[in-house]
């Protein structure tokens, strides 16, 4: 059984960066899609980016294009979001997921991951 542990979180001001970190333990195979999703108080969990493990084809959220870039070393097993120019609407608890043979038109749909990890926050101050 895959797990997937999120790090990388913390308070930043407005305009500055984070990286965060999603490393899964157990295989993971050429097939499987991986995701950030992001959870701000009172509101859904919505799509942020995420990219295909084999081929490293990236999707992303319009709110984030251009700020934000996803990446995986296949060989740590890990993937990266590399996050700038932050701002205080991306004040959320990110986390990221997971799915074997998802379909490219439904990516964005957290109902479609199947693997999730506990969550990091993240705060931006104005």
């Known amino acids: 059984q895959v797990q997937l542990v999120e790090s990388g979180g913390g308070l930043v001001q407005a305009g500055g960066s984070l990286r965060l970190t999603c490393a899964a333990s157990?295989?993971?195979?050429?097939?499987?899609?991986m995701g950030w999703f992001r959870q701000a108080p009172g509101k859904e969990r919505v799509f942020v980016a995420a990219?295909?493990?084999?081929?490293?084809?990236?999707y992303y959220a319009d709110s984030v294009k251009g700020r934000f870039t996803i990446s995986r070393d296949t060989a740590k097993n890990t993937m990266y979001l590399q996050m700038n120019s932050l701002k205080p609407e991306d004040t959320a608890v990110y986390y990221c997921?997971?799915?074997?043979?998802?379909?490219?038109?439904?990516?964005?749909?957290?109902?479609?991951?199947?693997?999730w990890g506990q969550g990091t926050q993240v705060t931006v101050s104005s």
């Open positions: 997921a997971g799915r074997q043979f998802i379909r490219i038109r439904t990516i964005s749909s957290r109902d479609e991951y199947d693997l």
């Open positions: 157990g295989r993971t195979f050429s097939s499987t899609t």
């Open positions: 990219i295909t493990w084999g081929t490293a084809i990236t």
